[in-house]
């Protein structure tokens, strides 16, 4: 049974950082690429990160620079670190594979950024 539980978020003023954490089990983790994914209020879903079983990682233009995604394999986590927060990175973060098909969504973990 896939279980994903993300953690971290909360309510930063603009400019701040967080950090999000993902627990995953029931999966062969170190073998499958991650991604980040963010919903915001009347908005559909979208992915913002992804770091490869390989480690490399990709984002969307909008975070380029500001977040970072990784891993810890022994912990079968991944991470992303967000910095110089703007009211738009405000929604729901979910950890999850950035392939079709998705595993069963996390409950996801809110950001609210505004001052």
């Known amino acids: 049974q896939v279980q994903l539980v993300e953690s971290g978020g909360g309510l930063v003023q603009p400019g701040g950082s967080l950090r999000l954490s993902c627990v995953a089990s029931?999966?062969?983790?170190?073998?499958?690429?991650m991604g980040w994914y963010r919903q915001a209020p009347g908005e559909q879903r979208e992915l913002v990160a992804t770091i490869t079983s390989m480690f490399t990682t990709m984002y969307k233009d909008s975070v380029k620079g500001r977040f970072t995604i990784s891993r810890d394999n022994a912990k079968n986590t991944v991470y992303l670190q967000m910095n110089s927060l703007k009211p738009e990175d405000t929604a729901v973060y979910y950890c999850n594979s950035p392939r079709r098909p998705v595993y069963s969504w996390g409950q996801g973990t809110q950001v609210t950024v505004s001052s």
């Open positions: 029931g999966i062969a983790f170190r073998a499958n690429d």
